[in-house]
Nanobody
């Protein structure tokens, strides 16, 4: 079964950190652009960060630049998102996604594979 499974979400105080993981099974991420997206109920999905298949190119939403870092470990078939200096406005459901096309994933927010999401709540 081809799937992406996120983990690492939870409740954290403002200013705190979380590390999200996204593990792929049933396929290898080597040839895929992969990324993180987030969505608050009632609002549109927002692209958070993307990384190219070779890891050389990354993209971040302006709202998370300097605070979030995306990385991939193809040996472990896993994607990560290190989130520091978290703010209440970062509260959302976070999803990982994978697609062979950088443009399709990181510009059009379309993907062959999506995870089920992990919830992140930033609150005191």
């Amino acid at each position: 079964q081809l799937q992406l499974v996120e983990s690492g979400g939870g409740l954290v105080q403002p200013g705190g950190s979380l590390r999200l993981s996204c593990a792929a099974s049933g396929f290898t991420l080597d040839y895929y652009a992969i990324g993180w997206f987030r969505q608050v109920p009632g609002k549109e999905r927002e692209g958070v960060s993307c990384i190219s298949s070779d890891g050389r190119d990354t993209k971040y939403a302006d709202s998370v630049k300097g605070r979030f870092t995306i990385s991939r470990d193809d040996a472990k078939n896993t994607l990560y998102l290190q989130m520091n200096s978290l703010k209440p406005e970062d509260t959302a459901d976070y999803y990982c996604a994978a697609d062979p096309s950088w443009f399709r994933l990181c510009v059009r927010y379309e993907a062959d594979y999506w995870g089920q999401g992990t919830q992140v709540t930033v609150s005191s």
